[in-house]
């Protein structure tokens, strides 16, 4: 049996990884920019989901406690509860919830009021930020799926977790 080089499987990985986010984004295809930041939250809103339900099943957080948090309050619990996971989640958590927060609330918001000045060419630009970030949230997915699958995610590897945004309480007034 001929095995796989470690760079032949990196390759190979890479290969799966990419197609399988090119494969969820063919959701995008022919829809307008307001049917598309709807599929953007829609995913991100997976991707917290499927979070929130390790946080219950593998590290027993409660059910109502868990509803109630978003990606950088996952983040925060791992840091909290010194979680050990796979460091690409730490680092896609961190840019994905910061991303998120951006579309949730204030995306469209500017988009249009650069549009109403600029014309079109702005929501070019706010076209092309989406499709980034829609690109960027589905490889986190994906690579989050491919970790857990092969059961990688929620190893010791010797990265703790860092909450990388001020909190509140630590602020000086």
């Given amino acids: 049996m001929n095995e796989m080089s470690d760079a032949e ?4 990985k890479q290969k799966e990884l990419w197609d399988r986010a090119g494969e969820e984004l063919k959701v995008f295809e022919g829809k307008s920019f307001l049917e598309q930041f709807g ?10 989901l499927s979070l929130k339900k390790d946080l219950m099943e593998l590290f027993e957080v ?3 406690k868990a509803d109630r948090m978003n990606l950088a309050s996952i983040l925060r619990y791992y840091e909290k509860h ?3 996971a796979h460091p ?4 896609n958590l961190t840019e994905i919830a910061q991303q998120r927060n951006v579309m ?5 918001a500017l988009a249009g009021t650069a549009s109403s000045i600029a014309g079109e060419a702005a929501m070019h630009l706010y076209h092309k930020d989406l499709n980034r ?10 690579q989050y799926l ?3 699958e092969t059961d990688m995610l929620y190893k010791d590897y010797g990265v703790k977790p860092t909450y990388p945004y001020p909190k509140y309480d630590d602020i000086d007034e």
């Fill in 9 to 12: 499987y990196n390759q190979a």
């Fill in 82 to 84: 010194d979680v050990r």
């Fill in 104 to 108: 949730a609330h204030e995306f469209l």
């Fill in 146 to 148: 491919m970790l857990k």
């Fill in 39 to 48: 599929l953007y939250m829609l995913r991100v809103q997976m991707y917290e």
């Fill in 133 to 142: 970030w829609a690109m960027e949230l589905e490889l986190a997915f994906q």
């Fill in 62 to 64: 409660p059910e109502e």
């Fill in 88 to 91: 690409i989640l730490y680092a």
